[in-house]
């Protein structure tokens, strides 16, 4: 049985990769024959322990406190799918906002076309963050529709 945990290299959790650190996770805690102290619970401490303690491996320093405080590693697993939930939430709220605030996008009186033009790059990153991605064409339309006739 392979269960050395410690001198591995395992890959953080950030904001932007839950879903390939949770297959990455389970396919390394699999490999190592501990996957059943996530999936089922178990009583057995030395397994359990070498779980947690590869989950805190991967965790931000931020949640190593709260996540080391469960009782088993099945506690902390629910409790990371938890927090991203919140997380994928507020994401898509902000999203939301995101392409309000495009859909709205006007050149502002007396502002420079570079500031708008700046703007509205800008505004097209953060959506691109939140995995919203816009064309082109439609960048450009945008930025006709957007200026007054003068400066076409």
């Known amino acids: 049985m392979v269960r050395e945990v410690s001198g591995t290299s395992w890959a953080t959790l950030t904001c932007t990769n839950h879903g390939e650190w ?19 619970g178990t009583n057995n401490e030395e ?24 009782s088993s590693a099945k506690e902390a697993w629910e ?9 994928d939430r507020a994401k898509k709220a902000t999203a939301q906002l995101l392409k309000q605030e495009y859909a709205n996008l006007k ?3 007396g502002e420079l076309v570079e500031d708008f033009f700046l703007r509205l790059q800008m505004l ?4 691109r963050s939140h995995g919203i991605t816009i064309d082109e064409e439609e960048v450009v339309s945008k930025n006709l529709y957007s200026v007054s006739a003068k400066y076409i």
């Open 79 to 87: 409790a990371i799918a938890v927090m991203r939930i919140g997380f």
């Open 22 to 40: 949770a297959v990455t996770m389970k396919v390394k805690i699999r490999a190592r024959r501990l996957w059943n102290a996530i999936d089922k």
């Open 124 to 127: 097209i990153g953060m959506l």
């Open 107 to 109: 050149l502002k009186d």
């Open 47 to 70: 397994d359990n322990m070498s779980v947690l303690e590869a989950i805190l491996a991967t965790m931000p320093a931020e949640y190593r406190e709260s996540l080391g405080a469960k």
